[in-house]
């Protein structure tokens, strides 16, 4: 289950921030499918933050999560979405090495029908927005 467009990875540029796409619904409402994340790569990690890794099975496959824990061995993230699954409640604790980088925004693109001035403006609203840490990602862990 793909959370991150193919194409996604870090660029060896002098900066720290690269882009990425969403694919996949695990991570909604935070994030939705076709959304665009600024990520800065290489960004420490606390819980509560989303963060961009590398799948523990798939490593060539990139996944967006929610950091909730860290444990002995690496990170337990979670999707946002409970029923979506493809989380470290399928394939355990996620090594440090895996982890990419913190996700600091996102850019919600227009949707083709959005014409009328309330549309353009709602969406001008919501457009970009930061991806700010959720604290109480523990507090989900605990009810799992």
Known sequence: MPELSQETERAGGPL??????????????????????????????????VIVLRHPFQQDLLVVKRAVE?????????GDNPYAG?????YGVVPEELVLGRVRFRYRPRKGGQRSPF??????????????????????????
Do not use: K, N, Q
Not at 21 to 45: C, K, N, Y
Not at 123 to 140: K, N
């Open 86 to 90: 493809g989380d470290s409640t399928d």
């Open 119 to 144: 549309a353009l403006a709602g969406w001008a609203l919501s457009a970009v927005r930061p991806v700010l840490s959720d604290r109480s990602a523990s507090r989900r862990l605990r009810a799992r």
């Open 16 to 49: 720290p921030f690269g882009p990425a796409e969403v694919t996949g619904p695990s991570m909604v409402p935070t994030l939705r499918h076709g959304d665009l994340l600024l990520v800065h790569w290489g960004a420490r990690i606390r819980p509560g933050d």
């Open 70 to 78: 860290l444990r002995e061995g690496g990170w337990w993230v979670l």
